[in-house]
């Protein structure tokens, strides 16, 4: 046996894999070896179930999907019998009959390794337990003489594998991560990994996905923590790389002498990076030619249009006006204004005939019934109709543009401005929208195809809200003014507070539990809505798994302490077993 390697040069992945494309991420796996192998790489670490894509969802129960990634896994290993790197790559693993969620280790020429995920996720986006069967308690893996621990993602947010990997001799962490965007996630997970660090006194790598799958984002940001806790590595945010890193063994272990140490974006600039790169990959992973949306002259418009060109470029962003007699000429003026500062195609299409033909089809059925919401929806439908006309006709995927403060409340029409197939804002409430729009004219993410300066007029993000649909409609009309509205749903939503502590932070009670109401009834809404980017703690969709038919209403009360006279006979934490 050779004597054990001092000195390794491991290659950081960072790169995107699509979800089921089994051999276009074999292709990219490759890639990324050839290009290690070009910086004297002697292994490179690949992201959680990379071969598969993340998350594979019900799709890696399929025997054909598992065989298919087993068959490209065993493609990749003889292809490492060239002399280049070792390869750990992320796959679903059958073993014994069980399905696991799994990292090989693939050198000379074979598999020489695998181990499996031990503490499955099942909450938020995550639904692991579902589909996989935990593993073992994972020892490390002998690599070049040097005993490499691999936990996998969840792995690491407790201390029990790791510790596993301490006792049976491990010298290093590798962690092969596909861990989504959140505001502030980055972060939280380097906190969590220098719990382990300090825990076990190894040095840790943390390497993440990077790009969008449907409503979730891996933004990257793949780091590496020396043992005394020093950030070693620092890769980029929201592109991908393949970084080189070297490490050294020295009296007191590994430690990390050379890798990237870049910048990464914080706060609004992730959002909105976040919400671009979404957009990109869903758009070029479905193989849309392009986008269409309504320009309003609204803020959440102006927005998308915004974010569409930076993703993708303005020659495949066509926007549309579609004016009714309810629409304002500031509006006509500033949706015309944003479309030239963005470089987009500009299309006006006035709905008057289809909305007037409706309005007669329905006209002798509604005879002596006042107008009311029911013809504001007939405008927005109309609206709908022409855009899904275009995105027939052109092959263009419609981007539908509504905010997370109109989907909490259901301030949108199922049919009409729902309509859609990707909304990189369903995520934002209506103030962040503002603080982004403000934000995209002063700056723009690395990498963005959109102009550079004003790319959204001032005056869009210094009116006042109006959906348009009735003469001097404005949003406050229906809803508390939006400052009071997303603070109040911040609590319901991201924080399940009680209405009684919302309201003793100064809230009205009558404004919570009106809003309270909305959210619930809205829930059949959305569930029709389009997927959009997840970038804070509970979006709509995986994240908050709610009925539609519910009549839970909070009462308003004080928190209630259980009675303790009702209170099951048992020692506390245990239950006892009734039978019949």
Known sequence: MSAPAHRLVIALAQIPFVVGDIAGNADRLRRARAEAAGFGADIVMTPELCLAGYPPEDLVLKPAFQEACRTACEALARETGDGGPAMLVGLPWVEKGLLHNAMALLDGG????????????????????RVFAPGPSPGPIVFRGVRIGVPICEDIWGPDPVECILETGGEILLVGNASPYERDKLAIRQNVAVDRVVESGLPLIYLNMVGGQDEVVFEGASFALNADRSLAVQCPAFRPVVARTVWERGANGWACVEGPREVVEEGDEADYAACVLGLRDYVENNRFPGVVLGLSGGVDSALCAAMAVDALGAARVHAVMLPYRFTSSESLSDAAACATALGVRYDIVPIAEPVEGVEHALERMFAGKPRDVTEENIQSRARGLVLMAISNKSGAMVVTTGNKSE??????????????????????????????????????PVGALGPDGEAIPENILTKAPSAELRENQKDEDSLPPYPVLDAILHGLVEKEMRVADIVAQGFDPETVRRVEKLLYLAEYKRRQSAPGVKVGPKNFGRDRRYPIVNRFRDPGLPAQEPDPALAPRGAAGTSERFED
């Open 110 to 129: 074979r598999i020489e390794a695998v181990r499996f995920k031990v503490d499955l996720p099942n909450y938020g986006v995550f639904d692991e337990k």
């Open 407 to 444: 989907m909490s409340v259901g301030y949108a029409t199922l049919y009409g401005d729902m309509n859609g197939g990707f909304n990189p804002i369903k995520d934002l409430y209506k103030m962040e929208v503002f603080r982004l729009g403000a934000l995209r004219n002063r700056w723009k």
